[in-house]
């Protein structure tokens, strides 16, 4: 059994020991379950997950237990469309220009899932929220925020990996469309293609 961080924080979350390092992608991460553990040395672990990072194509950044961005990976800068500073207070839970919950409003930083998973303790799992970049295009993405634990089970910061959905609902947007316009014996039947489902959890960012 995999102890979680101290305290309140809720199991479902993702685990980082030495055997799971190598084989983690974006999905493998919102599936582990027992709380982000660094195991052993502190920075060392920090480095390898950092590393890790590096390598997912997705975007993700990590923030410390008072919400300053302390790392972000390239893709992550794509996503955000600007390069926050790292440990800046006007960068604080996010390097976003600004966020959108599913449904279209307008939702501050202190909203985020970052800042949730910081302060509620817990993880927060395949929740959809829209950023807007600096140039004004909106992109749509599934977050992943989980809080990350050290070697005695004290809360260190949070993880956050966001899978980009853009293009997965322009796609399902243009088959509906399609579908909608079509002989109904020509219209594909329900269900036929994939569709990402909505978190009730829309009320709030990654």
């Known amino acids: 059994t995999i102890a979680s961080c101290r305290g309140s924080v809720r199991p479902g979350t993702i685990v980082l ?20 553990r660094l195991a052993s040395s502190l920075p060392r672990d920090l480095v390898e997950f950092r590393r890790l990072l590096d390598r ?5 950044y990590m923030c410390d237990v008072d919400g300053m961005i302390t790392y972000f990976n390239r893709h992550a800068v794509g996503v955000w469309g600007r390069e926050p500073k790292i440990n800046d207070p006007e960068d604080r839970f996010c390097g976003s220009f600004k966020l959108y919950s599913a449904d279209g409003s307008a939702i501050t930083h ?3 899932w970052m800042a949730l998973a910081l302060r509620e303790r817990k993880e ?7 950023i807007e970049r600096p140039d004004g295009r909106r992109v749509t993405v599934l977050a992943h925020a989980n809080p990350i634990c050290g070697e005695t089970g004290e809360m260190v910061g949070a993880g956050h990996v966001r899978l980009d959905i853009t293009e997965q609902q ?11 316009t079509s002989p109904a014996e020509l219209r594909p039947p329900s269900g036929a293609h994939g569709r990402t489902g909505r ?8």
């Open 17 to 36: 020991e030495s055997s799971s390092r190598a084989s983690m992608d974006p999905q493998s991460v919102s599936r582990t379950t027992g709380g982000l």
């Open 56 to 60: 997912l194509p997705a975007a993700a």
């Open 110 to 112: 202190r909203e985020c």
């Open 124 to 130: 927060f799992n395949g929740c959809e929220i829209i």
């Open 170 to 180: 322009r796609a399902e947007r243009t088959t509906d469309a399609v579908a909608a």
């Open 199 to 206: 978190s009730s959890r829309s009320r709030a960012a990654w």
